[in-house]
């Protein structure tokens, strides 16, 4: 939607993901190459659309394949791979989204081997993480920098085949956008890679596990780290 917007000039820029970009508006099958897919989408953002990548903030919210801890000590679940051996007894759940996309759950069981004894289960992402906690599913796919992880004590593996593209998040802009307001451009370069991937887990943390209001999270983080 955001950038269906954009291209009408409805918007004038979002946040975007460079995963997302590759592999979901320009069609490319997932790479796991962090400079070859920011190479290609700011390329070709730039001819087909006429819109700017900027500076990346600095954290990847790919995708993470997620356990509950107790699981993962009990039956040794460090990488996806180890998955293979237990699987035929659990039970996963994905989002709607992950279910369909081209770097989803059909290429992750066929890159991993990874085989249900049932069809996972489609539910909204926000609900995931309740479920595996709870333990109504055994295994879902969430994003490694969200902040219930760590507060529901939950374990994300290690992508060791690499799978997953790179979701590094930066700003797209409308190139006429630039152009009209040049200050746009390095008031978001002041941005490049402050957030890290502990950095943003943390945020989302305060806003999702102790209900922060999300305005004033980011007002106080740009006070601190933007002068």
Known sequence: MCHQAILAGQIDLYPEYSGTAFTTVL??????????????????????????????????????????????????????????????????????????????????????????GTPPTAMDLGLTYRALADGK???????????????????????????????EAAVVVRDETLRRHPALGAALEELRGKISDGEMQRLNALADVEHRDIRTIAREWLEKHVP
Do not use: C, M
């Open 27 to 116: 069609k490319y099958p997932p790479v796991p190459d962090r400079d070859s897919v920011s190479h290609v989408v700011a390329r070709d953002y730039a001819a087909k659309f006429a819109l700017r990548w900027t500076a990346p903030f600095g954290f990847n919210n790919t995708f993470a394949i997620l356990v509950r801890r107790a699981d993962a000590e009990r039956y040794g679940l460090k990488r996806i791979s180890d998955l293979a051996r237990v699987t035929p007894r659990w039970k996963a759940g994905f989002g709607y989204e992950f279910l369909d996309r081209a770097d989803g759950f059909a290429g992750l069981s066929k890159s991993y081997g990874l085989r249900f």
């Open 137 to 167: 599913v055994d295994v879902i796919a969430g994003n490694s920098t969200d902040g219930q992880i760590a507060a529901l004590h939950l374990v994300s593996l290690e992508d060791d085949r690499g799978y997953f593209p790179p979701y």
